[in-house]
């Protein structure tokens, strides 16, 4: 079964830093372009980061650029996105999805060009 779990939200300070996971199971990470999205409270759902599979390139949204790293391990079948200096309008629930090769990661992020398969995500709290 398919499957990618998230992990590692929480409610932090503005200024905070989180390090979210995303495992895989059922498929192999390393042949899939991976992303994290979000999704905040009456707002649609946005791509934050794309990594690509075959040389880890990465895409990142203009409101997360230099705070925000995406990463992947493909022996452990992870993904992550390590968030820095956060902010009150980062608080969302976190999602990772897969996209095939073909899919270019401006696509994948920008489009939602995606799988669809969406989890339960993790929770993301940035309040003082």
């Known amino acids: 079964q398919v499957q990618l779990v998230e992990s590692g939200g929480g409610l932090v300070q503005p200024g905070g830093s989180l390090r979210l996971s995303c495992a895989a199971s059922?498929?192999?990470?390393?042949?899939?372009?991976l992303g994290w999205f979000r999704q905040a409270p009456g707002k649609e759902r946005e791509g934050v980061s794309c990594?690509?599979?075959?040389?880890?390139?990465?895409y990142y949204a203009d409101s997360v650029k230099g705070r925000f790293t995406i990463s992947r391990d493909n022996a452990k079948n992870i993904v992550y996105l390590e968030m820095n200096n956060l902010k009150p309008e980062d608080t969302a629930t976190y999602y990772c999805?897969?996209?095939?090769?073909?899919?270019?990661?401006?696509?994948?992020?920008?489009?939602?060009?995606?799988?669809?398969?969406w989890g339960q995500g993790t929770q993301v709290t940035v309040s003082s």
């Open positions: 999805e897969r996209a095939t090769r073909s899919t270019t990661i401006q696509d994948m992020c920008v489009s939602g060009d995606t799988f669809g398969s």
């Open positions: 059922g498929f192999t990470l390393q042949y899939y372009n």
């Open positions: 990594i690509r599979d075959s040389d880890g390139s990465t």
